[in-house]
């Protein structure tokens, strides 16, 4: 049974799709009276939850009356209640909603930055790297973070399918395999559809997928486009990119929410590298540090907020 929170003064139905694709049995609501009495205390199975309402609330208190704290925290644990609609029409309107999901950007991020941490770190370990391989531990360690920072995200669809992807990258280091890129695609889509087979019905799902089978077209030697022959060197190949993406997508777009935004690719182009690059990287820092040094945690989610409204 899943627990739903519904406005305790405004008991509203919710679709039946809606219910029947979250594993829903009921919905309710709470009346406001004084002879209401909590029925349970012990939150102890409810670790992550707890978790993440902790950092949300550390959250909260480093940036008091920030418009951009509610991005932040989607950045931060993908809770994203506290973006307001005003944002999020903007973040529709230039095609960029993806950006503050917590998706593969984010998993991928983690896991290769503990990933060549933990590498470094164990080659330097002398008589471990014996028993034990600086790749192989490295592996390992990536994976758990990953595993641990997804179960933070709420497992949504994007966040399923980047871990698998990890998860499969990081068992061909420990089995010393490779595995093209597509066949990673393909066991992820596999895995994702026996852990749950009513993805299928969520937008994530095909937007998730859709958007890594673009990727993977556009970088193939079929598409490759030579920098002799265009003059063009990186940046031309990563605006092409977005290009081939939103058109790729569109299909995808118009079926789903009967609207696509045009300046996608302009936006994404500016957007994506600057989200990966400063705001992400100082949310995550910031996230990570709040909890054991509350200054160091606030300046570094200062600075993830002031990334976010440059950009704004």
């Not at 029947?20 to 004084?34: I, K, N, S």
């Not at 390992?140 to 920072?149: E, F, T």
């Not at 600057?274 to 996230?287: A, D, E, I, Q």
């Amino acid at each position: 049974m899943t627990n739903l929170c519904i406005n305790p003064t405004e008991p509203r139905q919710l679709p039946l799709v809606t219910a029947f694709r979250h594993h829903l049995h009921a919905t309710g609501y709470v009346r406001a009276a004084d002879v209401n009495q909590r029925i349970a205390t012990d939150t102890s199975g409810y670790a992550i939850d707890r978790l993440r309402q902790k950092l949300a609330d550390g959250i909260q208190a480093a940036l008091p009356g920030s418009p951009y704290a509610g991005v932040i925290t989607a950045l931060a644990i993908g809770e994203q209640r506290a973006i307001s609609n005003a944002q999020w029409d903007v973040f529709a309107l230039t095609g960029t909603t993806h950006l503050v999901a917590i998706s593969g950007s984010h998993i991928t991020l983690i896991a290769r930055l503990l990933f060549f941490l933990a590498r470094w770190g164990w080659a330097r370990a002398g008589s471990w790297t014996l028993r034990f391989p600086a790749p192989k531990a490295a592996a390992v360690i990536a994976l758990a973070g990953a595993v641990y920072y997804a179960a933070l995200a709420g497992f949504s669809v994007p966040v399923q399918r980047a871990l698998i992807m990890v998860m499969v990258v990081m068992i061909g280091i420990l089995w010393q395999r490779n595995r093209q890129l597509s066949h990673t695609l393909a066991v992820a889509l596999l895995l994702v559809l026996l852990y749950d087979p009513l993805a299928v019905m969520e937008a994530g799902f095909w937007l998730s997928f859709g958007t890594m089978a673009m990727i993977l077209f556009a970088m193939s030697n079929r598409l490759a486009i030579s920098k002799l022959t265009t003059g063009g060197g990186l940046w031309w190949q990563w605006g092409r990119l977005h290009w081939l993406i939103t058109i790729g997508l569109a299909p995808v777009m118009l079926m789903m929410f009967q609207q696509v935004s045009l300046i996608s690719p302009l936006a994404n182009f500016i957007a994506v590298p600057w989200m990966n690059v400063l705001s992400v990287p100082f949310t995550l820092l910031g996230t990570l540090s709040i909890l054991v040094v509350p200054p160091l945690g606030n300046f570094f989610l200062s600075l993830a907020e002031y990334s976010v409204a440059v950009l704004w």
